[in-house]
C-alpha cells in the first residue's frame, strides 16, 4: 500500500501534488504523486545531503539527460526532472505492477510461456535503451516491472549515455553481483553486450527462481560471474539455448537484443502472458475504479500509451479524490545470504528466495534510482463515471443490448469489433456497450492506416465483464517496412535502410559460410516487418578473414 504522508514531508514537488510515500532509495525518498492533469507519478527527492555533495548536481544532471533519451514499449521514460532547484527531484510514470523479484518471491518462478515473452519484452526494452546511447547498467529483477501489458525495464539511476561523461571515478564497479557481466565485475568499460549477459541472468532467475551464479557473498559472486560457468541446468529446454548465448563470457559471442528477438520470433504480446497468481497479484497494485487518461499531446510514436476514460469524466482536484493505490515497494533492498561463500564456492541450489534476498549491501551495492515506470493511472473521486461524465449507478447494472446481468455477478456484454477505427471512434463504439477501461498502446502493427486501431484484446463478440480492460493496439506514425538487404555490401544496405527511413543499423562481421566477403548474411528485423524508424535494424555481414 501506498504509506501516509508523514511529518516533514512535502505536500508537493514542482507542479506535482504528494499523494504518499512510495519507499526510498540509495538516493532520496520515492513518493506517489498526482499532476494537474491526473497523471500518477513516481517521484524521487533527492536526499539534501547528497545533493549538496560537491559535483553531484552535475552528475545527476547527466543521468537525467541520458534517461530521456530512453523511450520504448517496454521502458520506463523520464516525465520531468529539476536538477538545480532547491530540492533535486526526477519524476517518472507510476506502474501497476510487481517487481520480477516480487513475483517471483511470492508465486514461484514463471512458466516457460511467460519467460519467453518476458525475453521478448526485455530484449525490446534493451533495444530501445541502447539505440537512445544509453547502456543500463544494472538490470535485475528488482529494476524489471510485470504489468498486465508487458514487463517494463527500470530504473535508469546507474545508466549513463555511452558519450557523455562517466557517473563515477574510474574503476568503480557499478551493478549487481550475480547480475552483472564479467567486464562490468572486473572493472573494465562496458556496453551494451553487459545487459545482455544481465538479461540472460534475469532470465534464469525468471524461470528458475535462482540466479545462474547462485548466492553468496559480493567477492564470491563476482569471482564466479568471471571465471565459473553459469549453471542452466535447470532452465527449460526451450529458453536454454538463448540464455547460454546471453551468458558468453566474450562479450563479442553475444547476441544483440535484436538478434533475440528475431530468434524468439515474437509477435503481439498474448494477453494471458502472466501466470493466473500474477494476474490475481496485479489486483493489488491497479486498483478497480482507475483508469489512464487520454494519451499526451505531441506526435504518436511506437511506445506512446494511455487509456481511454469516458468522455467528459473529470478528474480529482482534492485530495478527497486521492486514490488508494498498492504499490511494488520502491528501493526494495534484499539482503544477501547468511555467511560469505569462499570464492570459486559452488553456486547454490535453486530455493524459493524470501522477500529481501536480491539487493546488495556494502561494498557490491550500487546507487538505486527512481522507479521509472510506463503506465498511467487515475480516478474520478466518485468512482467509475458514464460516458456523459455522471457517476455511475452503485445498484445493479444492465448489460447494453438488453443483457440482464445476474444478480450475483458484474454486468457484461459482447464486445464489439472497432478494427480500422480510429481511437475516438473505438471509444465511442465501446462506450455505447459500456466498455469505459480501454487502455491502449501505439506500435507498428502493420496496419494499412496510420493511428487507426490494428489489433483488440479481446476480439469482437467476446462476452465480458464490463468493468474490465478492453485493450487497443493502434498503428503509430513513424512506421516503415523494412527492406531485404541481404546480399549487399554493408553502403549500399545501409543506403537501402536510410531510404526507407531507419538510420540506427548497427553491423558486425563474422564467419558464416561460404557467402562473399562483406555481404549482408543476416538482417533483423527481417525484410517486411514493420517497424519503428528509431529502432535499430541489426545486419551480420561475412568477414575476410573466416
Known sequence: MVGGLQAGDPRSVGPYRILGRLGSGGMGQVFLAGSAGGRLLAVKVIRPELAGEPGFRARFEREVAAARHVSGLFTAPVVDADVQGPVAWLATAYVAGPSLADAVDDQGPLPVTSVMALAAGL??????IHAAGVVHRDLKPSNVLLSSDGPRVIDFGISRAVE????????????????????????????????????????????????PFGT???????????HHEPDISQLPGQIRPLVGSCLAK???????????????????LAADWLPGPVVAALGRYDPDGLAAPPGTAGPVTPGDRGSLPAAGSPLPADAAGTPTVTTPRAGRTPTEAAGPAPPGGAPGHPRRRSRRRWALAGAGA???????????????????????????????????????????????????????????????????????NVPYRYGCYRSPDTLDVARQVPGAGAQLALTSPVRLYL?????????????????????TLKQAGFSNI???????????????????????????????????????NC
Open 216 to 226: 553468496g557473498s559480493t567477492p564470491a559472486l563476482m569471482y564466479r560471474v568471471v
Open 250 to 268: 566474450d562479450p563479442g559471442r553475444r547476441p544483440t537484443p535484436a538478434e533475440l528477438l528475431a530468434e524468439l520470433g515474437a509477435g503481439p
Open 366 to 436: 550500487v546507487l538505486v534510482a527512481a522507479s521509472a515506470v510506463a503506465a498511467v493511472v487515475l480516478s474520478s473521486a466518485d468512482g467509475p463515471r458514464s460516458a456523459g461524465g455522471a457517476p455511475a449507478s452503485s445498484g445493479p447494472a444492465a448489460s447494453p443490448g438488453g443483457q440482464d446481468s445476474p444478480a450475483s455477478g458484474p454486468a457484461t456484454a459482447s464486445v464489439p469489433g472497432v478494427l480500422g477505427m480510429t481511437r475516438s471512434a473505438a471509444a465511442s463504439a465501446l462506450a455505447a456497450r459500456g466498455f469505459h
Open 123 to 128: 530484449a525490446e526494452g534493451l533495444a530501445a
Open 475 to 495: 498503428q503509430a506514425k513513424n512506421c516503415h517496412t523494412v527492406p531485404r538487404v541481404t546480399g549487399m555490401n554493408l553502403s549500399s544496405a545501409a543506403y
Open 164 to 211: 557523455a561523461s562517466v557517473l563515477t571515478q574510474s574503476g568503480t564497479v557499478m551493478g549487481s553481483p550475480g547480475f552483472m557481466s564479467p567486464e562490468q565485475a572486473e572493472g573494465a568499460e562496458v556496453g551494451p553486450p553487459s545487459d545482455v549477459f544481465s538479461l540472460g541472468a534475469v532470465l534464469t532467475f525468471a524461470a528458475t527462481g535462482t540466479g
Open 506 to 544: 548497427p553491423y558486425r562481421y563474422g564467419c558464416h559460410g561460404s557467402a562473399h566477403i562483406g555481404a549482408v548474411i543476416r538482417q533483423s528485423p527481417a525484410a517486411g516487418t514493420s517497424y519503428g524508424s528509431t529502432q535499430p535494424v541489426s545486419l551480420k555481414l561475412q568477414a575476410d
